[in-house]
């Protein structure tokens, strides 16, 4: 099982950008996928989640209505879209394959993780 993480960049505070993640290796449309982030010094924290089918998605209070977690699954490919970017938004962005029954906001539920990509989020 693979997984790929891609745009992450260096960005002014306001503005955006896409993440994506293919995987490979496993049967996509059967995973929960889910994004997380984790700071230097920090914990791994909880970004967004995403259902099999893309209907149920689910956000951390910190990033609820700026950012957008979305599924093509005839592509294998996981999005997060990132808006009105906050410095303190700057982490290491992994996502994961998680939960095939069910929706968690656990890091400890999920299978399978990518190798992170960075963004950093200047004031």
């Known amino acids: 099982v693979q997984l790929q993480a891609s745009g992450g960049g260096l960005v002014q505070a306001g503005g955006s950008l896409r993440l994506s993640c293919v995987a490979s290796?496993?049967?996509?449309?059967?995973?929960?996928m889910g994004w997380f982030r984790q700071a230097p010094g920090k914990e791994r924290e909880f970004v967004a989640c995403i259902g099999r089918s893309g209907i149920n998605a689910y956000y951390a209070d910190s990033v609820k209505g700026r950012f957008t977690i979305s599924r093509d699954n005839a592509k294998n490919t996981v999005y997060l879209q990132m808006d009105s970017l906050k410095p303190e938004d700057t982490a290491v962005y992994y996502c994961a394959a998680g939960p095939r029954f069910s929706i968690s906001t656990k890091w400890t539920s999920y299978d399978y993780w990518g190798q992170g990509t960075l963004v950093t989020v200047s004031s």
């Open positions: 290796g496993l049967t996509f449309s059967s995973y929960t």
